[in-house]
Each structure stands twice: as structure tokens, then as C-alpha cells.
């Protein structure tokens, strides 16, 4: 299951705890074609249908079914620059064996 690292955390719970945002908000992450490896992050209110739910520390990311898969076995980590703009970061789980890029042996 992805994992959150404390900065994307605090990233996250920046993002959605603006005032007048819903409780229970979050950043959702979606992959429209399991062949592609582009995700797309947009902030909402709840999850959908079939999302997984992932929560640290009151941040949560809603994952669609297609990124859930995807991101089975990554940390998001995430960054914000000195022009206030946010960068997500994914990064293999230790032990996964995809730890410099190289496929999971047997």
C-alpha cells in the first residue's frame, strides 16, 4: 500500500485544510490507462466509488483503482518551492527490490 512520507503529509494537509474546504478532503490520485504511467493529482471533498483511502496523520489521498495498483509499493514524498508550488515524489518502498530502478527478483 503507498505510504506517505511527513512532508507530503504536511503537503497534503496544507492543501486540503484551507479554509472553508470540506472535512474529510484530500488529494486524488487517478490513472486513466494502466499502460501509461501518468497520474494525475487533483484536490476533493471525499473520495469516489472504489477509491482506496490512504490517511497519515489527518492527510488523505484517495486512490483510483488503476493508481492504487500502480502505487502499491511506493512512498509519496512531495515538496513545496520557493514560489509555493507543489511537487510530488514517488519513491520504490524498501525491500521491493525496485530500490535504483531494477525489477523485483525472485
Known amino acids: 500500500m503507498l505510504t506517505l512520507t511527513e512532508n507530503a503529509t504536511l503537503v497534503i494537509k496544507s492543501i486540503t485544510g484551507v479554509e472553508g474546504a470540506p472535512d474529510g478532503a484530500g488529494v486524488r490520485i487517478s490513472q486513466e490507462d494502466p499502460a501509461n504511467p501518468a497520474l494525475a493529482v487533483t484536490t476533493t471533498e471525499a473520495?469516489?466509488?472504489?477509491?482506496?483511502?490512504?490517511?497519515?496523520?489527518?492527510?488523505?489521498?484517495?486512490?483510483?483503482?488503476?493508481?492504487?495498483?500502480?502505487?502499491d509499493d511506493k512512498i509519496l514524498d512531495a515538496a513545496v518551492d520557493d514560489k509555493g508550488g507543489v511537487e510530488f515524489l514517488l519513491v520504490p518502498q524498501p525491500g521491493t527490490g525496485r530500490e535504483n530502478g531494477a525489477a523485483p527478483t525472485s
Open 47 to 71: 473520495p469516489r466509488p472504489g477509491d482506496q483511502v490512504v490517511e497519515e496523520s489527518g492527510a488523505r489521498v484517495f486512490l483510483e483503482e488503476n493508481a492504487a495498483n500502480a502505487l
